[in-house]
């Protein structure tokens, strides 16, 4: 069975689950027809973990690093996309803080990761 370097990281595996979470809410904006809201919840919710997945595909250290950058200012638009859910009464307050707390979370530990190249 073949398995990728990322699947190793804990980084890669927390953006998965909040990339399911993700995909769970658009689905529910669907049903409201809230398309465009959905649509771009599931692509950020796709970025995270495959641009981590994606840096460690090479061996070249600017590049890894710059798809960990790119992952971590994905976590920020996953917030603000969020924030706007809860506003416009899309998702609950609750939801919206879990979420959000993780993401920052994601954030600060994809730097951390990011630092270990330099």
């Not at 689905?27 to 997945?53: C, H, T, W």
């Amino acid at each position: 069975m073949t398995k990728f370097r990322f699947e190793d990281l804990e980084i890669w595996k927390e953006a998965i689950d909040i990339c399911i979470i993700f995909d769970q809410i658009a689905s529910a904006l669907e049903e409201k027809k809230r398309f465009r809201y959905a649509d771009q919840l599931r692509g950020v919710g796709m970025s995270v973990p495959n641009n981590i997945a994606e840096s460690t595909g090479t061996q070249m250290r600017g590049e890894q690093i710059q798809l960990l950058r790119f992952a971590h200012r994905e976590c920020f638009e996953g917030a603000n996309i969020l924030i706007i859910l809860h506003k416009l009464d899309l998702i609950s307050f609750a939801s919206k803080e879990d979420l959000v707390e993780r993401l920052d979370i994601l954030s600060r530990r994809i730097s951390a990761y990011s630092r270990s190249f330099k």
